[in-house]
């Protein structure tokens, strides 16, 4: 039993902490950043990039630094602290995700370093309207044609899709709507005929986008993976984006916590600071024991996102999502009623993150999602 | 970061995982196990089984009978004695007063007290609260009065846990009311059979008799009973307290109760099916599986930290895991009434009165309400959940 930082992820995360702090201390800088036609830094794209982080978790013999889990925790923990806007969770733990696991060594050896120099961003085509937080409902179909593949379908919400260099598309090649067999994926260039994308900001203030596949024609070398095969991968990716979003709703948390907590302190009614009121410190107290619940949390995700038996891991990730979406929401909630009004503006940042925290709450699946996956699973896995 | 154990940890726990579920005698375990209350004699018999084997009091100093433990195999001992159902060592003698003898006490006294606590030969009763002093302890009014070689005690002690088996009492007395009040408090220990002391049960909700009310009057107490130094006493009284930080959310103990409560539900019949068929039990029930885990891992954290570094640093992870871990153990208990159902609702005999009777309902059930009105006490004892709060608040906010 280890709960310690090696030394290199201890510098990894001090690496991370300062980087972040110099582009996202200032709040004004995120709204330059969303500012930005794409809605994220180019600048700091390749800052990550220079510091390594956009070929962390990808094999050294790829192009990459072989980081874990636990580096990605690092990771996503400084972002959430900053309310990061750039696709990383896209690129690098989807996109990336899929393409180092799927990818034949051609396509590994051409796109990894590629992410890892800052030169190509990536995007997960596969949430659809009627499949909600199902990860095996696929409509979208990849049919045959010549020595190729013609798509067609739609996707919607993709995560920073309307930037994306490449899109990884899930399609079904076999099989009806939600069948776990038959799920296919595809590696593509948005500029292929038959693709549109309609961009957007999200609630949250980062960017999304719907794409329309019309008669796609793909090369057969485009199939990324098993064909008809793809979902179990799919389900290790979206577990691997599930514990980073665990790690991002935790630092996210823990600076709305402490923001509140010096408001507290600073702000003055009858004649003293509220924070002298013990209804109030009451709460305060609950916000800090969610973050370390929450901690414990992102640290059990991490962990078990790396379960070798497939069934074990996905309940753990569910139990995870859904004890951290139900932190994150209370204390998303309960920063924006201690600020009182200042909490309801958009020039201060607290009501930021409360809308971050609301948005990675439901992201993958929301905490009635999550613990339904546990109760169908009749309880948690025994560790070993 | 890795949750698993290494080779050498699960041997350990292994080993005594054995020992706990081979050496305790399996009637003792399954009144833990259904949460009935124990006698006396239970208690000393696994005590004294443990005590054999090195097992019942290995937080003390070594060269008292303590084990040269790391921190993960503390942690490990205490999960594996919840998790075995075997009846925690005695927190009054193991936790509070032998380390506060050990610790602050004379030779002479360690000599007389320590093998005898260890081995529950003496009995052990804390003698802290009083009737208007519970959250604000430091307010307590019992009097020590000097007189030649002796103290002379006055007042009431009251929720005093099992003091109707004690030998001896340890208690927090105020010895100068001239002073800030925390700095006019003693620590001193006084024979049970002494005269002037007398003892009334109180019979809680649960229709148990598990606290006591302690009454001294004019009870002369030998000085050398004085533990530490005169007035000084609230020091080791926090000493006291901060000793109880692994195990205090009793994780071992509800993942125990909660195993219980699913292989109940599985079997008690509900309608078409069984209770574990109603997904809305299932889903509180995973609520509970949930939380434990994240309790679990941020104990596992606390016991991590305590190995890297020594810190006298103020930490709030006590708090923490006093405040959910009884919100918890309040669940677990809650869940095994509701498995139970309609045959929650007939009413034990009490002990004394002789529990032979056949069960009115499943053999199990009828232990279940009186747990969960038991367990209304553990976001109460040991500071309550709302003094938990206040210093999460003070101590680590700075509010």
């Known amino acids: 039993m280890d709960f310690d930082l090696t030394d290199e992820q201890r510098m990894l995360a001090d690496s991370i902490g300062r980087l972040v702090t110099d582009s996202y201390g200032d709040f004004e800088q995120r709204k330059a950043y969303r500012a930005d036609p794409r809605g994220w830094s180019p600048a700091n794209w390749s800052g990550y990039a220079e510091m390594g982080l956009l070929g962390l978790p990808f094999a050294e013999e790829d192009g990459g630094f072989g980081g874990g889990p636990v580096e990605t925790m690092l990771v996503f923990e400084a972002f959430g602290r900053g309310l990061v806007v750039e696709p990383y969770l896209a690129t690098v733990v989807l996109g990336g995700g899929l393409l180092k696991r799927a990818g034949t060594a051609a396509q590994r050896a051409t796109l990894i370093p590629e992410i890892a120099g800052g030169g190509l961003t990536l995007a997960f085509a596969h949430q659809e309207r009627q499949a909600r937080h199902d990860l095996h409902d696929v409509a979208t179909t990849a049919r045959p044609d010549g020595t190729g593949w013609r798509l067609d379908g739609a996707k919607g919400v993709v995560l920073h899709g309307d930037t994306a260099g490449r899109l990884i598309v899930s399609a079904r090649t076999a099989g009806a709507r939600r069948d776990r067999e038959g799920i296919s994926l595809f590696l593509l260039d948005p500029a292929t005929h038959g693709v549109t994308r309609r961009g957007y900001a999200t609630q949250d203030g980062l960017r999304a986008a719907e794409v329309v596949l019309d008669g796609v024609l793909l090369p057969a070398d485009a199939l990324l993976g098993p064909e008809g095969g793809a979902l179990p991968l799919i389900e290790w990716v979206v577990d691997e984006a599930q514990a980073a979003i665990c790690a991002e709703a935790l630092g996210a948390m823990e600076v709305l916590r402490d923001l509140t907590v010096d408001y507290l302190k600073q702000r003055t009614q009858f004649g003293q600071a509220i924070g002298n009121f013990q209804a109030l410190q009451h709460r305060a107290a609950d916000m800090l024991v969610a973050t370390e619940q929450a901690r414990s949390m992102a640290m059990y995700a991490a962990m078990m996102v790396q379960e070798s038996d497939a069934s074990a891991r996905r309940v753990a990730l569910s139990a995870a999502k859904a004890l951290v979406a139900r932190l994150a929401d209370q204390l998303g909630k309960d920063a924006v009623q201690l600020h009182g009004g200042i909490a309801m503006t958009e020039e201060y940042k607290a009501g930021h993150y409360f809308k971050r925290l609301a948005i990675l709450a439901g992201l993958f699946g929301d905490m009635d999602h999550h613990l339904r996956v546990v109760v169908a699973a009749g309880g948690l896995p025994e560790a070993a | ?59 003390w100093p070594v060269a008292w009978g303590g084990q040269d433990w790391t921190p993960v195999q503390r942690y490990i001992y205490v999960e594996e004695l919840q998790a075995a159902a075997v009846p925690q060592p005695l927190g009054f003698n193991v936790n509070m007063v032998g380390p506060v003898i050990a610790t602050f006490g004379s030779e002479a006294q360690k000599q007389r007290f320590l093998p005898a606590t260890a081995n529950l030969d003496i009995w052990w009763a804390q003698g802290f609260s009083e009737p208007g002093a519970g959250s604000d302890l430091a307010s307590l009014k019992t009097t020590a009065k000097r007189d030649g070689d002796d103290f002379i005690l006055n007042g009431q002690k009251t929720w005093t846990t099992l003091g109707q088996y004690a030998d001896w009492i340890f208690c927090l007395v105020r010895t100068d009311a001239t002073v800030r009040k925390q700095q006019g408090i003693s620590f001193i220990l006084a024979d049970m059979k002494t005269p002037g002391i007398s003892v009334r049960p109180i019979i809680t909700i649960d229709g148990g008799h598990e606290v006591n009310e302690v009454f001294f009057d004019d009870v002369r107490v030998p000085a050398e009973n004085l533990v530490g130094e005169l007035n000084k006493g609230w020091d080791y009284a926090k000493f006291l307290l901060s000793n109880e930080r692994i195990g205090i959310a009793r994780i071992g103990m509800t993942k125990e109760r909660l195993a219980r409560v699913k292989r109940l539900a599985q079997e008690t019949p509900a309608g078409e099916g069984m209770v574990w068929d109603d997904p809305d039990f299932r889903r509180r029930l995973a609520w509970s599986e949930i939380e434990l885990k994240a309790l679990e891992i941020t104990q596992m954290r606390v016991v991590a930290a305590q190995r890297s570094k020594a810190s006298d640093k103020p930490d709030p992870s006590s708090s923490i895991l006093k405040i959910k871990g009884s919100e918890i153990q309040q669940q677990s208990t809650q869940l095994l009434m509701d498995v139970a159902g309609p045959y929650a609702m007939p009413r034990p005999d009490r002990e004394e009165e002789g529990l032979n009777l056949p069960s009115v309902g499943p053999d199990w059930a009828d232990a279940a309400a009186p747990l969960f009105f038991n367990y209304r006490k553990v976001s109460i004892y040991g500071g309550s959940n709302e003094i938990q709060r206040n210093i999460i608040a003070k101590a680590f906010l700075g509010l």
């Open chain 2, 1 to 59: 970061m890795d949750l698993r154990y290494t080779p050498d940890e699960i041997a350990f726990r292994d080993d005594l995982r054995k020992f706990f579920r081979s050496e305790i005698p399996l009637p003792i375990r399954r009144k833990v196990s259904e949460g009935r209350a124990l006698a006396r004699e239970d208690y000393v018999t696994s005590q004294r089984i443990l005590h054999a084997r090195g097992l019942a009091t290995p937080n």
